[in-house]
């Protein structure tokens, strides 16, 4: 039987995988570098600077300066009404997950569009706001600064969140608040909450139709 150690952080068993068998890296005394793009995130654009792939929905407008920090307003509502991945832009399958707080998922409502299972698996590795100082880049050493953390130009600014909830669904609708793009969930079919901590999500769960 597997017994953690002392510190959870520090256990490189996939507590979500039914067996607690799976090793998932520890992304501790990795580089940003290190992690491994999924083919998809590969064939995204890199900003010059830093070598870091340039997600879909942060790619500005032409003309515009790239900031990590911002999402771009049109591919977010391209996200929406063609039902691409947030992360590569590519179309997504029948089932479809979200990314956010529990509270976001709780109440079936969230800010960003959906992504696929393994980019979502490359972004809690690498995003800033999803991993802990232990990654060289969320110190402020590396690709992009941690904080602040805004979207189209509104102030997100928050304290590093603890966890961070997956949600799988068959599909959503759009629902304006303003100039606030939301994306109000169907009933989901999976939530799984994951630590921020860097440690990647492991196999994706198969969903029985």
Known sequence: MHTCPSDARECPVNHSDPSGDT????????????????PQVAALPVDARTGFPIFFLM????????????????????CGLERLCMVCGQPLPYWLW???????LDNGVCG???????CA???VQVCPFLTSTRLEFASGRGAVPAQPHTAGGRDRSRPRPDTVVLGKTR??????????LSFVLRPLALRLSHPCDGSALGPEPRQER
Do not use: C
């Not at 960003?112 to 393994?118: A, C, G, R, S, T």
């Not at 959503?172 to 100039?179: I, K, M, N, V």
């Open 23 to 38: 090793p998932i890296p520890v992304s501790r005394n990795m580089s940003w570098k290190d992690i491994i793009r999924p």
């Open 59 to 78: 790619q500005p407008p032409p003309g515009r300066v790239l900031d990590f920090k911002l999402y771009n307003p049109i591919h977010k509502l391209r």
């Open 98 to 104: 979200f990314l956010g707080g529990e509270a976001d």
């Open 112 to 118: 960003d569009p959906p992504l696929h299972w393994d």
């Open 121 to 123: 698996n490359y972004s």
């Open 171 to 180: 599909g959503y609708t759009l629902a304006r608040h303003g100039a606030i």
